[in-house]
């Protein structure tokens, strides 16, 4: 069993390289921002902590996990190399705001459209999901209402622009996932808004 925190590496590592010596599981860095979790590998009653960038263990059925261990570059990069160049770019997140009471996009959300159409461009296979948002003031039926309107005039804004609408869904959390928290019937730009997540 392997628990990690912040290292998404690791799981590409895990399934590349079983063999006599066992399973070899390595710790690597986050290759888009950098960040290193940690990683506990627990096998026949018995657990060892990766904490360290390139540290790696070996798992064979019914042993314990070896030592920690440096595992060299050389080597990640011969078992592991094809695994780590093919793994998919993180998701990338756009905010677009929007006039109070209004489906309206500012004019600095709208400028932002070719770049979401750009970012689906370097992405083969690429879903969106467009999130529509409100903040607080009128009531919840209308601010559900005023979410999805806003969701799906950005969703056509895109589609116009060249997307194809089978890449994306389209939905509404009105009032109900704030950005900034704010007490109720409380006008808030940051909460007026749709986030587009590109994967």
């Known amino acids: 069993m392997t628990r990690a925190g912040g290292a998404f590496a690791l799981l590409a590592l895990l399934v590349a390289c079983g063999g006599p010596r066992g399973d070899l599981v390595v710790l690597m860095p986050d290759p888009d921002d950098g960040g290193l979790g940690r990683a506990v590998v627990t096998a026949a ?16 059925p019914g042993r314990a996990p070896t030592a920690p261990a440096p595992v060299a570059a050389a080597e990640i990069d011969r078992l592991f190399g094809g695994a780590i160049a093919v793994r998919p770019a993180a998701p990338r997140q756009f905010l677009l705001n929007f006039a109070t009471g209004s489906d309206q996009l500012t004019a600095a959300s709208r400028a932002l459209l070719p770049e979401i159409v750009a970012e689906v461009g370097r992405r083969p296979g690429a ?4 999130i529509g948002h409100t903040d607080t003031e009128g009531d919840a039926a209308t601010n559900a209402a005023l979410g999805l309107r806003r969701a799906e005039l ?12 089978a890449w994306m869904s389209v939905r509404s959390h009105g009032e109900t996932d704030l950005l ?7 006008a ?3 909460n ?3 986030e587009v997540t590109v994967r």
């Open 192 to 194: 007026r808004r749709v």
């Open 154 to 165: 950005v969703r056509d804004l895109l589609v116009a622009a060249g997307l194809d609408p």
């Open 188 to 190: 808030e730009a940051g």
């Open 45 to 60: 009653g018995d657990s060892v902590a990766l904490i360290g960038a390139g540290e790696g263990t070996r798992v064979s």
């Open 127 to 130: 879903d969106l999901s467009i």
């Open 180 to 186: 900034v928290p704010t007490p109720d019937n409380t």
